[in-house]
């Protein structure tokens, strides 16, 4: 399993993008700006998007790859998420208001786009790839993703999220991963506001991991605020965790 990590900030800025990962050649988790960063030929071999959660950082550039593939794609693509998202992405983004609800263009009966509802602990394949959906907590309903490779290789990402019981226990329930990747938005003094967002400090990251019965090898770390960026790594820096912890940037590539 070839993971990309196209856009893994929590902001803008040069050489920032916002959350966007490829797997392989043809799926992708999220449509932050990240996805900006593939070429025509490469955003035409998409064919999956596994949606987390409606937060514009996550799928502000899913209209602009819909309206640039349009006239090239022989297949629709096709997008997952939580229902409650699509219910989010229809009213207020694919509205003709914001942008023209292509899941009925060119004509409905063959749209360029088109939305399946999936349920946490659903699990469904796509592209040789055992695919879990599972609930996370966030300040909108937000999913995170398991998957496990043709091989064997396990891979999780939470999305955004803050530390919970029943992420720790999910988790759990998935046994030893190879690598996972969460976030980890802000400083411990920002404690209160990573709480009321639904975020990640180190100390909520510690916590996390310390709880896992299974410490993944490689923990990758994304969604770091870019104006605390250098705070929240000393702070890493100083955790001592059983884990390697690796602080993401965008173009980074890994071989599951
Ligand atoms: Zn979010
Ligand atoms: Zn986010």
Redesign the pocket.
């Known amino acids: 399993m070839k993971i990309e990590i196209l856009g893994c900030s929590g902001g803008m800025g040069l050489g920032l993008h916002t959350t966007c990962l490829r797997i392989n050649q043809h799926l992708l988790i999220d449509a932050g700006s990240g996805l900006g960063q593939l070429s025509q030929e490469e955003l035409l071999a998409i064919r999956h998007i596994l949606i987390t959660?409606a937060?514009l950082?996550?799928l502000c550039f899913l209209p602009l790859l819909i309206d640039n593939l349009f006239e090239h794609l022989e297949q629709p693509i096709e997008v997952y998420a939580l229902p409650e998202v699509i219910q989010v992405m229809q009213q207020h983004i694919f509205n003709w208001q914001v942008w023209p609800d292509f899941s009925t263009l060119p004509t409905p009966e063959h749209p360029v786009v088109r939305f399946h509802a999936i349920q946490p602990d659903q699990p469904l394949v796509l592209e040789q790839l055992k695919i879990t959906p599972f609930s996370v907590q966030?300040?909108?309903p937000?999913c995170g993703y398991h998957l496990i490779s043709e091989h064997g290789r396990c891979f999780a990402f939470t999305s955004?999220t803050t530390f919970s019981a029943d992420l720790v226990a999910r988790l759990n329930q998935f046994g030893p991963l190879d690598a996972l990747m969460t976030e980890c938005a802000f400083p411990n003094r920002m404690q209160d506001l990573a709480r009321a967002s639904q975020h990640l400090t180190p100390m909520l990251l510690k916590q996390l991991l310390s709880e896992l019965d299974h410490p993944p090898q490689q923990v990758w770390l994304s969604h770091l605020k870019p104006s605390q960026t250098a705070e929240i790594r000393d702070e890493i820096q100083q955790l001592r965790s059983a884990s390697q912890l690796h602080l993401l940037r965008s173009g980074e590539q890994f071989s599951l």
């Open positions: 959660h937060h950082d996550h966030h300040t909108v937000t955004d």
